[in-house]
């Protein structure tokens, strides 16, 4: 069994017992697909809701909600996984810092633009931690399904 | 014209450094008067550094350190973040507050204002002295403050500033207090174009 770790902006595909990892999400979102069936898991970490925005969206398809997510299916078909069969949770999207007038509120636009992209994949979402104001490190194990949530300020829970 | 942080000469990082020197001594100051202690200062040292160095450079990405936000606005368009280790909490609380054995992640809403407070005074006496020294104006956002995992915090600049790169300017400097080392590390983002303002009016920017 091996750990993957995921950093910020990049995705990784595994097979059970394999564990997903990615440490301190703050406004970004960590997206965990999994095919229990073709027992196949997948963690994105994104960053941004979406590529057409920006200047460099072409060049890092992993940092952006709309590109991320076709990537990660496609990277999880590969070793198997059946589009139909996929099952989300999703965690992260917190506003970190208390700002007024904050034009930014970049956490709640990816966690909206996320949520968008799975419902047009079509890909029902179990669970979620999503919100509020505090860093996630995010545990993703494709063999039972559970996502766990560590929080420095909040302890533990799993989804 | 410079288009990003690699982009530096020697001597604008150097120039930089100086910024850095006269900025920290300020709060430095600034920190001193507020505490009635003396406050010394350790020579800060300037990188342009990625920001997965910064993140590892100071205990990865789920220590859990002070995090205080300013946007820049006026002269200067951009962003410094000031990365307080916990020794910083403890002797604000210990001097304001009496408290000891300060544990961050349990912090109440006094202890939260009382630190939140120094950060503001640091804060703005960092800008002023570069404002001082430049000519600029710059302005500030009311700063925020969180306590929580480095790589989190580091996530709001590193988002904010993607365009940018993936690098920074990263200030760690130091203060000792009652003999106590406080590691403090300031990231310094001002947008290319104030970059450029700023390096002009020192005098060491490189043609457009």
């Known amino acids: 069994m091996s750990n993957f770790t995921i950093g910020i902006g990049d995705l990784k595909v595994c097979r059970v017992p394999d564990v997903l990892v990615t440490y301190a999400l703050g406004s970004c979102v960590g997206i965990c697909l999994l095919d229990s069936t073709a027992k196949v898991g997948g963690l994105s970490h994104i960053m941004l809701p979406d590529s057409t925005a920006g200047v460099n969206g072409a060049s ?76 996630r490190t995010l545990f993703f194990y494709p063999e039972t399904g559970v996502m766990e949530i560590r929080a420095a300020t909040r302890g533990t829970k799993m989804l | 014209m410079i288009r990003n942080y690699e982009d530096l000469s020697p001597t604008a990082i150097d120039c930089l450094k100086e910024i850095g020197n006269i900025g920290s001594g300020s709060a430095a100051n600034s920190l001193s008067q507020m505490l009635g202690k003396s406050v010394a200062m350790r020579v800060p040292t300037v990188s342009v550094l990625d920001y997965q160095h910064v993140i590892e450079e100071m205990g990865g990405p789920e220590k859990v350190i002070t995090g205080i936000l300013v946007h820049l ?29 300060v544990c961050v992640v349990k ?37 925020a403050m969180t306590v929580d995992m480095m790589g989190a915090i580091m996530s709001v600049p590193i988002v904010e500033y993607s365009e940018i790169g993936d690098k920074v300017l990263f200030i760690n400097d130091g203060f000792v207090i009652d003999g106590v080392n406080i590691k403090s590390n300031i990231i310094l983002i001002p947008d290319m174009k104030s970059l450029y303002i700023l390096m002009k009016k020192l005098g060491v920017a490189e043609d457009e």
């Open chain 2, 107 to 143: 912090l109440d809403e006094t202890d939260f204002s009382a630190i939140k407070e120094m950060g503001n005074i640091m804060a703005g006496s960092y800008l002023q002295a570069i404002g001082t020294l430049t000519g600029l104006t710059i302005d500030m956002s009311v700063p």
């Open chain 2, 73 to 101: 606005n006026g002269d200067i368009q951009g962003m410094i973040m000031f990365l307080l280790e916990d020794s910083f909490a403890q002797v604000v609380l210990s001097t304001f507050l009496g408290k000891e054995d």
């Open chain 1, 60 to 135: 890092a398809p992993m940092r952006f909600a709309d590109t991320a997510i076709p990537l990660l299916i496609r990277e999880m078909e590969k070793l198997g996984a059946s589009r139909g069969r996929l099952r989300a949770k999703i965690a992260g999207g917190a506003t970190m810092f208390a700002i007024a007038n904050d034009k930014f509120n970049i956490g709640d636009r990816n966690v909206a633009k996320v949520k968008e992209m799975l419902a047009k994949e079509r890909i029902p979402i179990l669970a979620e931690d999503t919100g509020a104001d505090y860093g």
